[in-house]
């Protein structure tokens, strides 16, 4: 997590955007800082990007580093997890024919699938193989976990992607409308609407836009990636991403949107943009070149920690538009306690929200200089 | 009732993740299905021909379905396609529809088993002249291997626990099959419903779940599966099969999970069929070129009432809460009217095995007589209390099925009317398990429904009160009358078919008189399909499972277009 010091970072340095704003007792807090409207001959603005890039360099390496033994722990909880956890795999195993399987042949199903080993014994297994570069095999798929994810894996990402840049195009749109102009009628119709999306389940957004856009206008393909079950094409596929895509975009937005507005509303009370103002730069140009940059540093640290309500929004967008993507499989591999497929889908979920919260971090650091890399 | 509700509160925790999608199911029948009837209402007066633009389904040789069912996993030895339903494999026998008790013809066997005289040795001979998929040639060493690694441990088979009868299976001779049995066995022939494999894909002995069979089987039936994804399944016609090659050239399956998904798709008109929960279902009634099929089934639905339980071992509890239950309006207000009421778990489609007389009448008068005079009387909250015992019982049911909360819900009020106090609680079938001798648990049934034996075995012979032996499930009441017990002995043991169905009639004689279970109702499973002008060969009584292999399509190999 990177922490904003406001103002007091240890290392400040001169932006173009807000030099303006520092008043005369903020320039003597930090008299190393160069301003290019004061003249003063400190090093150049080249340099210090260039110790700020170094600076950023170390963070990611630390957070790299730092990945490793957290992926550890979170796989060698999760298999403990699984064994106390109150779910029986044998249930998810046999499925319908719990109920009548004997006793006696649980007992030597047990035996043969491992479950009644010791859970660092399964991990123990699942480690030797997964560094000799097995993956193991999904019990509730009857396939190869590396199989499982290939298959479903790029149309996760495909629909999540989409979804993502479309509801962070959308969020800094309205947010900023709304928030520059905090209390307008744009802002009061966008936050309520914000308010009543965000208490609607996807599965009934989706269900909703199936019946209008699918059935009622018969613009959209119903569900699926192909009509009827053909092979999907290239213009098939984008024909039937469409309302997926939409329904989960629209289930981001409103946190996304309402964390842009909050953000913009607070910078705009803050002094540099008093100062700004009181100077008479044009509000266009305040909005811009003050209000935005700083306003989308919180912003893009939401969306990298936030990463598990997309997956989230992705497993019920997927179920409701047979979308055959790895969300579902989240759920079942979970259900089923099939260890090698939860464990990499876990793990791969960890590293992704992990690297995307440092992929924040990173554009935060670079976008904000008076953020520190928590070196 | 405070520690019960925290483990609720505990569960509901723990299964978030699971219960994302559940409540998605859940919340199905009652919102949406009224958003989509009018949608329905809608698109029937617009759009009849829907969005759909791919080759056009109907007119071709081909037919696309939509499963609720995750596809794959396409192995008999891990109990794929059990009932015979498997479209690339054929078992030793398959199953003849129409109205009815199935019967049964040979299929990969050239003519049906026959038993030694105590039904303990079966022999079978084989069909010559058939290939697998992979061009090899089936032979009796397939059969042998194919039962062989579903009881082998090593396998883990999931449908191992129905085979324990069969001690080994024998090559004995160039066409000649041996099953040799553990204890007599009359309905063996419905064990010969599963598909053959060929040995080479069970030489070597690992798990089931991971053989290649699951994603690439290889079998000797009407279809072969040419491509298999996460949402489709492709199956094409074999040219080459035994009994003639299909009609239909092509089957595509889709995975449609969501019920209101594949009910809007059928809408759309880019889907030749789908099942449906009946409430659903019946939103297609009446609609232009389409028709709704609901098949009977053996598939149960009733209530264990533990004979170690103080309220529900009472023999007069068991009578009265069987004449309180108001079966006809379960069917109606919970399954759409696609149900038949059950007194035992014998369905009418039994025939002669079916002891019309054996039901019982709704009537909550004499359900209140036979409490009273047992001594369970009126409480000050009228819950009933005999010797300081109060007339309370709980009803566990498996949170994941909304049919099963709907029954337990409409059975506990119909219980209190007569004043018994039945609790419910959703729990996952793990936490059931250690109660289930205990306290009544919503159970279903059916999964062989194709002899009488297979189908109430389990469920009513007092050898599953020993705590060791079947599944915890089996005998869940701890059921135990000596008529009962006897007459099932004959059912299994009987070559002779009259004999066989006088006994299960006298079962459920004994039964009906002296009650273990509330059996409430026989699910019908409904489906949806677009007319195509195929000639179809009538319905079957359908198992437990069901899903696009069933319905009207569970023979589509045989229909012909004229």
């Known amino acids: 997590m990177t922490t904003v010091r406001d103002g007091r970072g240890k290392r400040p340095a001169a932006e173009p955007g807000t030099g303006p704003a520092d008043g005369p007792a903020r320039t003597s807090a930090r008299p190393d800082a160069a301003s290019r409207t004061a003249g003063d001959d400190a090093p150049s603005v080249r340099d210090l990007r260039r110790g700020r890039h170094r600076d950023v360099w170390g963070m990611v390496r630390r957070r790299l580093l730092f990945i490793v033994p957290v992926t550890g722990l979170v796989s060698a909880g999760l298999f403990a997890a699984a064994k106390y956890s109150p779910f029986d795999p044998l249930v998810g195993y046999l499925g319908t024919r719990y109920m009548t399987t004997t006793e006696a042949d649980k007992a030597i199903i047990s035996e043969q699938l491992g479950l009644d080993q010791p859970w660092y014994a399964t991990y123990w297994g699942w480690l030797q193989d997964l560094f000799g570069g097995d993956l193991g095999r999904s019990r509730s798929f009857s396939q190869p976990v590396a199989q499982v994810i290939a298959e479903r894996l790029p149309w996760t990402l495909l629909l999540a992607g989409a979804g993502l840049a479309l509801a962070v195009v959308v969020a800094l749109l309205l947010g900023i409308t709304a928030g520059v102009r905090s209390g307008g009628l744009v802002d009061r119709a966008v936050t309520a609407v914000c308010v009543v999306v965000q208490g609607l389940p996807p599965f009934v957004l989706s269900l909703a836009a199936i019946a209008v856009f699918a059935l009622t206008l018969g613009w959209l393909p119903a569900a699926g990636l192909s009509d009827g079950g053909s092979d999907p094409t290239a213009g098939g596929v984008l024909r039937h991403m469409l309302l997926p895509v939409v329904v989960l975009a629209i289930s981001q937005v409103p946190w996304l949107l309402l964390a842009v507005r909050e953000s913009v509303v607070t910078s705009k009370g803050e002094d540099f943009v008093a100062g700004a103002v009181s100077r008479g730069i044009p509000t266009g140009i305040v909005t811009r070149r003050h209000i935005v940059p700083t306003s989308l540093a919180p912003f893009v640290n939401i969306v990298g920690v936030r990463l598990p309500e997309l997956v989230v929004g992705a497993v019920l967008v997927e179920e409701v538009f047979s979308w055959p993507g790895v969300a579902g499989a989240i759920v079942t591999s979970a259900r089923d306690l099939d260890m090698a497929l939860l464990a990499f889908l876990t793990i791969g979920t960890t590293v992704v929200v992990m690297v995307g919260s440092l992929l924040a971090d990173v554009v935060v650091a670079l976008m904000d200089p008076r953020v520190s890399t928590d070196g | 009732m405070a520690v019960t509700r925290i483990t609720h509160l505990v569960r509901s925790v723990a299964h978030r993740e699971g219960n994302i999608v559940v409540r998605a199911r859940a919340a199905g029948p009652v919102l949406p299905t009224i958003a989509l009837g009018g949608v329905l209402a809608l698109v029937a007066c617009t759009t009849p021909g829907g969005s759909a633009d791919g080759e056009g389904a109907a007119g071709d040789a081909e037919l696309v379905l939509a499963d609720g069912y995750e596809l794959g996993g396409y192995n008999p030895v891990a109990g794929f396609g059990a009932a015979g339903e498997a479209k690339m494999y054929d078992g030793l026998v398959r199953l003849t529809g129409g109205e009815g008790m199935p019967g049964f013809e040979p299929a990969l066997a ?453």
Do not use: C
């Not at chain 2, 179809?536 to 319905?551: F, I, K, Q």
């Open chain 2, 110 to 562: 050239a003519e049906l088993p026959t038993a030694n005289d105590d039904a303990t040795v079966w022999t079978v001979t084989i069909r010559p002249g058939v290939t697998f998929s992979d061009g090899t040639t089936f032979g009796p060493e397939d059969v042998v291997a194919t039962y062989e690694a579903i009881l082998d441990p090593a396998s883990a088979s999931e449908a191992r626990s129905s085979f324990d009868m069969i001690d080994e299976v024998v090559e004995t001779g160039d066409d000649t099959v041996e099953f040799r049995l553990a204890y007599p066995y009359a309905p063996l022939v419905t064990k010969m419903l599963i598909g053959i494999v060929p040995a080479e894909a069970v030489a070597t002995p690992g798990l089931a779940a991971e053989s290649t069979l699951n994603s690439e089987p290889v079998g000797t039936g009407p279809y072969t599966l040419v491509d298999l994804s996460p949402d489709r399944a492709v199956l094409e016609a074999n040219e080459d099969y035994w009994d003639g090659a299909p009609e239909i050239k092509k089957l595509t399956l889709l995975y449609v999970p969501d019920d209101n998904t594949r009910a809007q798709r059928m809408v759309s008109g880019e889907i030749d069929g789908t099942n449906l929960p009946p409430l659903l279902a019946n939103t297609f009634e009446g609609k232009d070129g389409m028709t709704v099929t609901a098949q009977t089934s053996a598939d149960w639905r009733g209530l264990s009432l533990p004979t170690n339980n103080p309220v529900a071992g009472d023999p007069a509890v068991r009578m009265a809460l069987n004449l309180a239950a108001d079966r006809q309006s379960m069917i109606d207000d919970v399954l759409g009217g696609h149900g038949r009421v059950a007194a035992t778990p014998y369905p009418e489609v039994y025939g002669e095995a079916y002891e019309p007389d054996a039901v019982f009448e709704h009537d909550p008068a004499r359900a209140e007589e036979i409490l009273t005079d047992a001594g369970w009387v009126e409480g000050a909250d009228g819950i009933r209390v005999k010797d300081g015992q109060r007339a309370q019982i709980a009803l566990m049911y498996n949170s994941v099925d909304t049919v099963r909360r709907d029954l337990a819900q409409a059975f506990a009020s119909d219980a209190l009317a007569v004043g018994v106090e039945v609790d419910l609680e959703a729990l996952s079938w793990d936490r059931i398990d250690p109660r289930i001798n205990t306290d009544a648990t919503l159970l279903g049934g059916g999964d062989e429904p194709f002899d009488p034996d297979t189908q109430s075995y389990d469920a009513l012979s007092s050898v599953f009160v020993q705590p060791d032996v079947g599944s915890v499930y089996a005998n869940a009441s701890d059921y135990q009358n000596a008529t009962v017990d006897a007459a099932l002995e004959v059912g299994r043991r009987s070559l002779d078919q009259a004999e066989r169905d006088a006994a299960y009639r006298e079962v459920q004689d004994a039964y009906v008189d002296d009650p273990g279970y509330v059996y409430l109702v026989f699910l019908d499973h409904t489906y949806v399909s677009k007319d195509a002008g195929w000639n179809m060969s009538g319905p079957v009584l359908e198992p437990h499972a069901h899903g696009v292999t069933w319905g009207p399509w569970w023979s589509l190999q045989s229909w012909t277009r004229d």
